[in-house]
C-alpha cells in the first residue's frame, strides 16, 4: 500500500479546510506548511502594489521560510500538494517546499482553492522544481466539494 502525505499551505483557512477532508478520506498523513512569519492581513492584501504577498509574487526567485520541515520524506510514495491560487500560480511558500526535498520517484498532485482561478502555470512550474518527480496537472477543488467529490478526483488521481 502506497504511503500518502497531504502537504498544504492555507493563508485564510480554506485549503486548511479541503486538505483535512482530502487526508481524512485517504487516510493520509496530513502537513501543515507554515511561513515562518505569518501572513497578516495586510500582507494578503492583494490590491497593494507593495503589500508582502504581491512583492513575493513579482520576484519568482523569493522563497519564504518555512517553520517545520518533514524529517522522513522519504517514506511517501504520493504527496497531494494544497495552496490557494495566487496571481494564477502556487504561492512562493510552496516554492521553497518542493526546493526542500528530494522527490525523486514520487508522484506530486497539486490542488488548490481559489473563488474562481483555475491552478494556471503550477504544473510546469513545479516540474521545474522536483525533476525526478511524476507531477499531475492537478485541479481547483471548490471549497463547497462534497467529500464524495473530494474522494472520485483523489481516486482518479491515484489510478491515473
Known amino acids: 500500500m502506497s504511503r500518502i502525505l497531504v502537504a498544504y499551505f492555507s493563508a485564510s483557512g480554506v485549503t486548511k479546510g479541503v486538505a483535512a477532508k482530502l487526508a481524512s478520506i485517504l487516510g493520509a498523513d496530513i502537513f501543515e506548511i507554515v ?3 505569518p501572513y497578516t492581513k495586510a500582507d494578503l492584501n492583494w490590491l ?3 503589500s508582502r504577498t504581491t512583492l513575493e509574487m513579482k520576484d519568482r526567485s523569493c522563497r519564504p521560510a518555512i517553520a517545520f520541515a518533514i524529517d522522513n ?3 511517501y510514495d504520493t504527496v497531494f500538494l494544497g495552496f490557494p491560487v495566487w496571481w494564477y500560480r502556487e504561492p512562493s511558500i510552496i516554492d ?6 528530494n522527490f525523486d ?3 506530486i498532485i497539486p490542488f488548490c482553492t481559489s473563488g474562481g482561478s483555475k491552478i494556471g502555470d503550477t504544473w510546469k512550474n513545479l516540474q521545474q522544481l522536483a ?4 507531477i499531475a496537472e492537478g485541479a481547483r ?3 463547497r466539494a462534497s ?4 474522494f472520485r478526483w483523489a481516486e482518479g488521481e491515484l489510478n491515473h
Open 73 to 75: 520524506m522519504y517514506q
Open 147 to 150: 467529500a464524495e467529490d473530494i
Open 48 to 50: 497593494n502594489k507593495m
Open 35 to 37: 511561513p515562518e512569519r
Open 105 to 107: 520517484g514520487m508522484k
Open 96 to 101: 521553497t517546499f518542493m526546493e526542500s526535498y
Open 131 to 134: 525533476h525526478g518527480a511524476d
Open 141 to 143: 477543488i471548490p471549497v
